[in-house]
């Protein structure tokens, strides 16, 4: 079943989406209630029944928002290939095979099917990055790897949209990514919902991945080329802490050109791709999932922050307390 968020003049509303590409058709639920509130629910299957017993509206008739507002995003590192390419063939570290990595991404930053992407401030070589997004369905904590999947409600197509000179910068203190991180993160087109797929025995997906620049394929991989499955990474994802309905685990960015910098990493000159700029169109498609395509435009300049003074070479001198 396919879960999208349809704008309307009432504000957001949830429909099921039927029908092959180029004759989609989408049932809106009369309840006025986000996908969000639907997982927290448990309430996916009694939803899409419901709104199928609308009368359909033609998918190219309607403006698709993101498939819902999560309150976290976690993502992942799964793919070896990409972190090969990214650290300019160099190798991986140890540490990148103990675990699946994470990081913290900015959730008030989700943009939909529809929307354009602004570069970032101060943004000079903007990047996409190709990722499928597991969305939780339920509350779970120090999960088993072997339960991991049992707690996905369902994948979408997530475009983790990166800022390469300011990430660079950034993350020389050690920390990061932030701010290169910090101003898009595209989900869509909608919500597959898990029985919609079939694991293989190791819990992996043999999903095609493509990528493409205006039109030119950039990058092809499958998803079952990552390095963890889904399960995994929600295990270690709630290891000490929960996971919860709605709550959004990207695999990371997969490799053979998954994003512009793995390729540049590979030996790619910019001349041949440079980043992206306002009017390119990025377009993402998995198997299974459907198509995801966003045009850049242009951003805002970034407000100006004062550096760091020098650091004070006073110190508090010593009081006799009464």
């Known amino acids: 079943m396919r879960l999208a968020t349809v704008a309307t003049d009432a504000g957001p509303r949830v429909g099921v989406v039927e029908g092959d590409p180029g004759d989609e058709r989408v049932h809106l639920l009369e309840r006025r209630v986000t996908l969000l509130e639907l997982l927290r629910a448990g309430d996916l299957t009694e939803a899409g029944r419901d709104a199928r017993r609308a009368r359909p509206l033609p998918l190219a008739h309607v403006r698709l928002l993101a498939p819902l507002e999560p309150p976290t995003v976690r993502d992942f590192v799964a793919f070896e290939e990409h972190v090969e390419g990214m650290r300019n063939l160099a190798g991986l570290p140890e540490a990148w095979y103990d675990a699946p990595t994470f990081y913290f991404s900015n959730p008030y930053a989700t943009l939909g099917p529809a929307d354009d992407v602004p570069v970032p401030p101060g943004c000079a070589v ?95 991989d499958l998803l079952s080329n990552m390095g963890w499955p889904f399960g995994d990474l929600v295990a270690y994802a709630s290891r000490g802490t929960e996971v919860r309905p709605g709550d959004v685990l990207g695999s990371g960015t997969c490799g053979n050109g998954g994003c512009l910098g ?19 169109v990025v377009t993402l498609e998995v198997e299974g999932i459907g198509t995801l395509a966003s045009r850049i435009v242009a951003g805002v300049e970034p407000v100006a922050i004062p550096g760091a003074r020098p650091r004070p070479r006073t110190r508090p001198s010593h009081r006799e307390h009464a």
């Open 126 to 220: 903007l990047d996409f990055e190709l990722e499928v997004a597991a969305v939780i369905g339920r509350t779970g904590r120090d999960v088993a790897p072997g339960d991991g999947w049992g707690h996905v409600a369902g994948l979408t197509i997530l475009n983790d949209w990166s800022a390469r000179d300011v990430q660079a910068r950034e993350m020389q203190v050690g920390l990061g990514p932030a701010k290169g991180k910090d101003t898009a993160t595209t989900l869509g087109p909608w919500l597959v919902t898990a029985d919609a797929f079939s694991p293989d025995t190791e819990g992996f997906l043999d999903l095609a991945l493509t990528a493409a620049v205006n039109g030119r394929v950039v990058g092809e």
């Open 262 to 280: 793995e390729l540049w990493g590979r030996g790619t000159s910019r001349e041949d791709l440079p980043p992206l700029a306002p009017g390119d």
